[in-house]
């Protein structure tokens, strides 16, 4: 449970609560499924709504606004929905320039403020490990190819050069810390479609897992190679870059 006495504005309570509640791909999920939108492209744009609530570049519509709340779980504690009420509409006011490009629930994106992106301190350090991985990836040339690791142990592989046909593990999906991996059916609709190949079952495995403090049973996602190309994704909020060659 968030305790809500600790917050002063609705934009710090939302990213407790959403980081209590399992992270921003979990709640993009929630939101979807709620709005009948299942889509990856809702599921994206979901995830895009939520960054942009948590970093205060807009807030919500109220229609949104609910769905929000019933995804986070908040109307089951009367003194906690009522503190989430008050904030928002504290937060509110008048109705922002880019709340008003919000769609229907869960979908269209919300226009992006100008200025500096505040990062959620919750997600800060990760971030930071995230983008210096991707930075060294990218660095790479083709001549200095980093070894598959196949193991059925995997945090998750930022770079991998592939010629088209082989294959490689890239990541794996975990649920709750010690909990059996996921059936690959409950998460396979958020898997992005990608140009250069596919994401496919792994089977069953361990995650290295910062949030578990250590390995974990998880899903494991395999990437097939298939077009050749240089392409640049996101897969469970960790961006992972491929190069394919014939």
């Known amino acids: 449970m968030v305790d809500d006495r600790a917050f002063a504005d609705w934009r710090s309570m939302l990213e407790s609560s959403v980081a209590a509640r399992g992270g921003p791909a979990e709640i993009a999920d929630r939101l979807c499924r709620i709005s009948g939108r299942r889509s990856a492209q809702d599921f994206e744009t979901a ?3 939520i960054a942009n609530w948590m970093s205060g570049h807009a807030v919500p519509q109220r229609r949104n606004f ?4 019933e995804a986070l779980g908040l109307a089951g504690d009367a003194g906690q929905l009522a503190r989430w009420n008050s904030l928002y509409v504290r937060a509110r006011g008048p109705l922002p320039a880019a709340d008003q490009h ?3 629930p869960a979908a269209p994106a919300v226009a992006a403020a100008h200025g500096r992106t505040r990062v959620p301190r919750w997600i800060g350090g990760a971030a930071i490990v995230a983008a210096a991985c991707l930075a060294a990836a990218v660095a790479m040339s083709p001549s200095s190819r980093p070894a598959a ?13 592939l010629k088209a046909g082989e294959s490689v593990l890239i990541h794996a999906k975990r649920g709750a ?4 991996a996921p059936d690959w ?12 190949g596919r994401l496919v079952d792994g089977g069953p495995g361990m995650s290295r897992s910062t949030t578990c403090g250590g390995v974990t049973p998880g899903r494991l996602v395999r990437y097939v190679a298939e077009t050749p190309g240089d392409e640049v994704f996101e897969l469970f909020e960790r961006r992972i870059r491929v190069v394919v060659h014939d």
Not at 149 to 161: K, M, Q, V
């Open 47 to 49: 995830r895009r709504n």
């Open 149 to 161: 690791d196949d193991s059925r142990t995997i945090g998750y592989l930022p770079f991998a050069e």
């Open 177 to 180: 810390c010690g909990a059996p």
């Open 185 to 196: 059916r409950e998460f396979e609709h958020q898997l992005p479609d990608l140009k250069t």
């Open 102 to 104: 919000e769609g229907a």
């Open 66 to 69: 609910k769905i929000l709340t």
